[in-house]
């Protein structure tokens, strides 16, 4: 089984400031590691994932994550926020093998960029 | 454009009566999925299905049903059994083999009155 841990429900931010959410799991397989965006009344969006590969994986808006496995996280950060990118994000696990990928969710944090 | 659609967006259902909701899908997905979300809470799975003609239990399966029938459509009855059914519930859908991601949809709000 899989869990996953969002350490920050709620997290007020300046516009053009950094952000970093913080995302960690617990697995006893190994899995692979998505973070999802939803705005309000909307279902959920990719935003970005890791695979395989290089453990650095970026968006096209500018967000990044880095998949660390020793520390089991996979944070996601942006350097300088909008007030667009307000919105609730999910970070979410499944499995690499077997025929049924259920994600398993962390319990989301909202961001809120303040002009 | 290929996609899921989930009908309808709302939803009120008098206590006491099963309601179902609609999800399909024309991504050509095999594996198709339903969550529901509370606030605070993420989102937790309800039921799931790798193909036609067959479907598990998810974390919180009391009180819903389903069925899946045609590889498109994956229907969510909430019966008069489940306790606390005001939620907004989610499918998703996705590859059976070489999975990538899972696709969501816009997903429906259901209101007990």
């Known amino acids: 089984a899989q869990s996953v841990t969002q350490l920050d429900s709620q997290v007020p931010v300046f516009e053009e400031a950094p952000v970093e959410l913080r995302c960690n799991y617990s697995?006893?397989?190994?899995?692979?590691l998505f973070w999802y965006v939803q705005y309000p009344n909307q279902g959920l969006q990719l935003l970005l994932k890791?695979?395989?590969?290089?453990?650095l994986v970026e968006s096209i808006n500018g967000f990044e994550a880095e998949f660390n496995k020793s520390q089991t996280s996979f944070h996601l950060r942006k350097p300088s926020v909008h007030i667009s990118d307000t919105a609730e994000y999910f970070c979410a696990v499944t499995k690499t093998s077997g025929s049924a990928r259920q994600l398993t969710f962390g319990s989301g944090t909202q961001l809120t960029v303040l002009p | 454009d290929g996609g899921i659609t989930q009908s309808p967006k709302y939803l009120f259902r008098k206590e006491g009566q099963n309601v179902t909701l609609s999800c399909e899908q024309n991504?050509?997905?095999?594996?198709m999925y339903w969550y529901r979300q509370d606030p605070g809470q993420g989102l937790r799975l309800i039921y799931y299905?790798?193909?036609?003609?067959?479907?598990q239990k998810g974390d919180i399966a009391e009180g819903y049903s389903v069925s899946r029938e045609k590889k498109e459509s994956f229907p969510l009855t909430v019966t008069s059994a489940q306790k606390n059914p005001t939620a907004f519930y989610l499918c998703?859908?996705?590859?059976?083999?070489?999975?990538?991601?899972?696709?969501f949809g816009q997903g429906t709000r259901l209101t007990v009155v």
């Open positions: 991504l050509n997905h095999d594996a």
């Open positions: 890791y695979l395989s590969g290089s453990t």
């Open positions: 998703a859908s996705s590859m059976g083999q070489k999975y990538t991601e899972a696709f």
């Open positions: 697995s006893s397989v190994s899995v692979y």
């Open positions: 299905s790798q193909i036609v003609n067959d479907f």
